[in-house]
């Protein structure tokens, strides 16, 4: 299904989406969307999706877990944030949520139709891009917003160079 993106309607603006996830190349899918979105006068959404399934406890110790892993989310994700503001001199959006990160990065995406670009790094491991990009490149031709999906051998002025 194809959502209409409302993000070059009178009063709306582009939004540009990167996923914070504790890889390395997460910081520079960052980076680059916060300068595209500085560059086209536009806004950055960054998105934290805490696993499902980690809670798997008594009740108490699942309260707990999942009270820890969301501190923890709103520090990786604060960070983050802080260093947009550092760099490319905007105030990012965030959002935190809990669940499949695909499903979760889908539900954003249908329910903020300003937002219409998603921003991926690909990763260098020998075992390939990252779970993300492999997830995201599989359904390519049925996503509801283009891709941008970053070449790990490009530097932060290379990057830069190319918002």
């Given at each position: ?83 947009v503001r550092e760099t ?76």
């Open positions: 299904m194809v959502s209409t993106r409302l993000s070059r309607l009178e009063g709306h603006r582009r939004k540009f989406l990167a996923v914070i996830d504790g890889t390395p190349e997460c910081q520079r899918a960052v980076h680059y969307a916060g300068r595209r979105a500085k560059n086209s006068n536009g806004g950055l959404v960054l998105i934290y999706v805490i696993p499902e399934g980690d809670f798997q406890q008594w009740l108490g110790v699942e309260e707990i877990m999942r009270a820890e892993a969301r501190e923890e989310a709103e520090a990786i994700i604060a960070k983050a944030a802080q260093s490319a001199g905007i105030e990012p959006e965030t959002v935190i949520r809990e669940g499949k990160a695909t499903e979760q990065i889908n539900a954003l995406i249908e329910e903020d139709r300003d937002i219409a670009v998603l921003v991926l790094a690909a990763g260098s491991a020998k075992d390939g891009p990252g779970p993300l990009v492999s997830s995201v490149a599989g359904r390519a031709a049925t996503f509801p917003i283009p891709v941008t999906i970053l070449p790990d051998t490009l530097t932060n002025e290379e990057l830069d160079a190319l918002a």
